[in-house]
């Protein structure tokens, strides 16, 4: 299994980017497909993720009602669309997928065994 995630850039405050990731491999439904994102000196922090068991979609409070998950199932691709971007959202932002998460592990990305390279994602105000 492989994620290759994109779309990440350089944008100022208000702007938005959608992140791609595409699963080589496949997305099946007990699969949950996450994002985790990390700015420097900070740990890694859960950022979003659908549950593809019954379509449940977990959102990290500060980006509720901005940010929104969508998948592809005949492209393998999972994306986080980015709206009213803020400068606290600069980050390496990571895909990364597990198989058969409860619901209380979603958010912990000691969970995910797949992981991708990440992409840069960065807010100027």
């Known amino acids: 299994v492989q994620l290759q995630a994109s779309g990440g850039g350089s944008v100022q405050t208000g702007g938005s980017l959608r992140l791609s990731c595409a699963v080589s491999?496949?997305?099946?439904?007990?699969?949950?497909v996450a994002w985790f994102r990390q700015a420097p000196g900070l740990e890694r922090e859960f950022v979003a993720a659908?549950?593809?068991?019954?379509?449940?979609?977990y959102y990290l409070d500060s980006v509720k009602g901005r940010f929104t998950m969508s998948r592809d199932n005949a492209k393998n691709q999972v994306y986080l669309q980015m709206n009213s971007l803020k400068p606290e959202d600069t980050a390496v932002y990571y895909c990364?997928?597990?198989?058969?998460?409860?619901?209380?592990?979603?958010?912990?990305?000691?969970?995910?065994?797949?992981w991708g390279q990440g992409t840069q994602v960065t807010v100027s105000s």
């Open positions: 491999g496949g997305i099946v439904t007990s699969n949950t």
């Open positions: 990364a997928k597990a198989n058969r998460l409860i619901t209380s592990s979603i958010r912990t990305p000691g969970h995910y065994p797949y």
């Open positions: 659908v549950r593809l068991t019954d379509r449940s979609t």
